[in-house]
């Protein structure tokens, strides 16, 4: 995925919050859009540094940070991408938007490149000698370089989310013959209460923990603790109107969800997919087999699910699978079974979907 080859480059979280500038935001920054890696997120953040990299001056990297925490995107990649100017393409990258100003103003004169060099300033003199700089540049400059600026960043935009999602469609198309092998075709059954110790496995792994940073559907950057033990699996298995499906490949678990009866709908949660071979597919399958089982059981017309409103990206998917927001939220429950926010205000949205 993506994400994971993101997060090998870019600065944590504390790192950020140490940061001298930043430190005065600290509230801002505890909001967990800001920290998360997915394809809108991370976009973002590539959009903002690439319209603040081009700021003259020395706050270039503040600039992308507030930008960041305004539009709620990922902070350190619009930090990072900041970098994209320096000494060397700086003097460039400021010509070209000189030039695209005067074709848009139809003025313009020969300037050297000595001109583009942006002057030396202090902390206590650089708004003055930065405004002196752009007047001497004069109009064209003054229109370019904001041009250029929200051009780079809508095809930075562009270029990250079409090539996240290349990159997810080859990666599919990658797994798609190992998922497919001969022999290793997916079974979905009903659990039993043998099945309880590998159930609490795996969705503890996929859920919670560093096992579970391997796959995109952690909650380790949100929440603490065990997602589920024994005994509440034992109570949902035992329970006439609930059960839990499970996804076999070989006779090894790697995937299960619950599933439990209400009035004229089914409530489907806790869906685990081993993290090592997320985003195969095999999601999506498991997904309609506990959909059709629901509706054969229980004549059911409609699925509901409860998901944590800031998994942006796991919404999506569960969006694509044809599930709508109905606009209804609650807070988090305020019950260590399900684990202790490392967030403030977190809360779940209820999805649905009719069958």
């Known amino acids: 995925m993506p994400k994971k080859y993101f997060k090998k480059f870019l600065p944590g979280h504390e790192a950020i919050q140490q940061n001298r500038w ?7 920054l505890q909001n967990p859009k800001l920290w998360h890696l997915h394809r809108r997120s991370v976009a973002g953040g590539i959009a903002a540094g690439m319209f603040c990299g081009l700021i003259p001056g020395p706050f270039q990297m503040l600039g992308a940070a507030l930008m ?60 003055s000698v930065m405004v002196s700089w752009i007047i001497s540049l004069g109009k064209p400059f003054a229109i370019g370089l904001p041009l250029l600026a929200v051009l780079l960043a809508v095809l930075g935009y562009i270029f990250v989310r079409l090539g996240w999602r290349f990159w997810l469609m080859w ?39 560093d096992t579970s940073r ?12 065990q997602r589920t033990d024994a005994n509440e699996l034992t109570a949902l298995l035992s329970s006439e ?8 490949r070989s006779e090894k678990m790697i995937g299960s969800v619950h599933l439990q009866h ?9 869906l685990v997919i081993e993290p090592g071979l997320q985003g195969q597919g095999i999601g999506k399958q498991l997904m309609q087999s506990a959909e059709e089982t629901a509706v ?38 305020n019950d260590e079974k399900f684990g202790i926010p490392k967030v403030q205000g977190l809360k779940i949205e209820l999805l649905e979907k009719n069958v």
């Open 22 to 28: 930043l430190r005065p935001f600290g509230l801002w």
């Open 68 to 127: 960041a925490v305004f539009f709620r995107v990922n902070l350190p990649v619009a930090m990072l991408t900041t970098l994209y100017t320096n000494p060397f393409t700086i003097v460039p990258l400021y010509y070209i938007a000189y030039q695209l100003g005067a074709y848009v103003t139809g003025q313009g004169q020969v300037l050297t490149a000595t001109q583009f060099s942006v002057p030396e300033m202090g902390w206590d003199n650089w708004f």
């Open 171 to 209: 990666q599919w198309r990658k797994h798609k013959l190992r998922v497919c092998k001969p022999g290793e075709a997916l079974i979905f059954r009903r659990a039993t209460l043998e099945d309880v110790p590998s159930i609490v496995v795996l969705v503890n792994a996929a859920y919670r923990g």
């Open 214 to 225: 391997v796959g995109w559907t952690t909650e380790a950057d949100l929440l603490d603790r």
């Open 241 to 248: 109107d609930s059960l839990i499906m499970l996804c076999m």
């Open 262 to 270: 209400g009035k004229g709908v089914a409530f489907m949660g806790m």
């Open 296 to 333: 054969k059981m229980w004549g059911v017309a409609k699925i509901l699910m409860y998901a944590i409103s800031l998994r942006t990206e796991l919404i999506e998917f569960y969006e694509r699978r044809g599930y709508r927001h109905t606009g209804i939220f609650k807070e988090f429950p």
